[in-house]
C-alpha cells in the first residue's frame, strides 16, 4: 500500500530556497556570459575598424621613439568593464606609460597608452626586442582576462 | 521523500541507473574533457587522469548508495558528501578561479574567483539541505502534521 503525505510546510520553505540560489545562479552566469559575448563582439568590430577605429601612432625624433595608441573600449555589457595595459623592459631603454580605463555599461572610454623607445637603434641592437606587455580586462566583479603579449612589434624603426 | 515505503526491486534499479548516469557524468566525459585540455588548459585538475578516476569512483560510490538508500536516513550524509564533493571537484578542476592559457608567445589568464563562489553555492545548499530536509520530514512525521496516510494504490 502506498502512502499519500502531504508535505510539511518546512520542506516547501527549502525548495523556496533552492528554487531562489538557482535562479541567483542562472541570473548571474547567464548576464556574465551575455555582457562577455557583447563585450567581445563591440571590441571586436572596433579592433577591425568599425566606426571609431582604434589610431596608432609611432613618431620618431632624433633617435627617440614614442609609440602611441588610442583605443576606444566600448562597453555593451552590463557590468563596469576596466581596461589596463601596461608593459615592462629590462632596460630604461623602454618606457611604458601604464594606462587604465573605467567604462560603465552602456558607455565608453577612450584608453591612450604610450610607449617611449629613447634610443631606437640601442634597441634594435639589444638582441632583446620583446616588451612584455600585458592587456587586463576586467568585468567587475566577476571575472577577468589578462592577456600578455609581445609590444615589441609596435616599434617600428623609421617611425609610422 | 523520507518515509515512504520502496520495494527493494525499485532500489535495485534506481542504484543501477545512478551507476550507469554517474559512470559516464563522472568518469567518461570528464576523461575527455581532461584530453581536450590537457596542453591547452594545463593549470586544470581535469587533465590529470588520477584526478578524474578517483573523484569519478567516489562520485558514482556514493550516488549509487544514495539511490540505493533512498528515503532512509543513511542517504542523508551520502547525499551531502556528494554535495560537498561537487565543490572540491569544481574548485579543483578550474583551480580556484584561476586559468591560464599559453599559446604562441601570448599568456591568457582567466580569473574568476567571485564567480566560482555562486557556482558552488548550490552545491553547498544542496548539503546544507539533505539533513535538514531529513528533520523536517522526521517532526512531521513524530508530530502528525502530515495528514493521514490514504491507501491511493494497493
Given at each position: 500500500m502506498q502512502v499519500k503525505r502531504k508535505t510539511p510546510m518546512g520542506i516547501w520553505a527549502l525548495r523556496g530556497v533552492t528554487v531562489a540560489i538557482a535562479l541567483i545562479v542562472l541570473l548571474v552566469v547567464g548576464s556574465v556570459v551575455y555582457s562577455a559575448y557583447e563585450d567581445y563582439s563591440a571590441v571586436k568590430a572596433e579592433l577591425a575598424g568599425g566606426s571609431k577605429q582604434a589610431v596608432g601612432a609611432a613618431v620618431l625624433r632624433g633617435s627617440m621613439e614614442t609609440v602611441s595608441i588610442n583605443i576606444t573600449v566600448p562597453n555593451n555589457g552590463l557590468y563596469p568593464l576596466n581596461v589596463t595595459l601596461t608593459c615592462n623592459y629590462p632596460t630604461s631603454n623602454v618606457v611604458c606609460q601604464r594606462t587604465s580605463v573605467d567604462v560603465s555599461p552602456g558607455g565608453e572610454g577612450v584608453l591612450r597608452f604610450r610607449m617611449t623607445v629613447s634610443d631606437v637603434s640601442q634597441f634594435e641592437n639589444s638582441?632583446?626586442?620583446v616588451i612584455n606587455g600585458t592587456v587586463a580586462i576586467s568585468m567587475t566583479p566577476f571575472v577577468g582576462l589578462t592577456v600578455g603579449t609581445?609590444?615589441?612589434?609596435?616599434?617600428k624603426p623609421g617611425g609610422a | 521523500m523520507y518515509g515512504q515505503t520502496i520495494t527493494t526491486r525499485k532500489r535495485i534499479t534506481s542504484a543501477v541507473w545512478a551507476l550507469v548516469v554517474n559512470t559516464i557524468f563522472w568518469i567518461v566525459i570528464p576523461y575527455y574533457v581532461g584530453v581536450f585540455l590537457a596542453g591547452r588548459v594545463p593549470e586544470s585538475a581535469l587533465t590529470v587522469p588520477i584526478f578524474v578516476y578517483e573523484f569519478g569512483i567516489l562520485f558514482t560510490i556514493l550516488e549509487v548508495g544514495a539511490a540505493f538508500f533512498q528515503g532512509r536516513a543513511v542517504s542523508v550524509p551520502l547525499i551531502s558528501a556528494v554535495a560537498l564533493l561537487t565543490v572540491v571537484y569544481i574548485w579543483d578542476a578550474t583551480n580556484g578561479g584561476l586559468l591560464g592559457v599559453e599559446t604562441s608567445g601570448i599568456t591568457i589568464a582567466l580569473s574568476f574567483r567571485l564567480m566560482l563562489y555562486v557556482l558552488v553555492l548550490p552545491s553547498i545548499w544542496a548539503a546544507i539541505r539533505a539533513p535538514l530536509s531529513y528533520m523536517v520530514w522526521r517532526r512531521a512525521m513524530k508530530t502528525g502534521i502530515s495528514s493521514p496516510p490514504t491507501a491511493s494504490t494497493v
Open positions: 638582441g632583446n626586442q609581445d609590444f615589441g612589434g609596435f616599434v | -
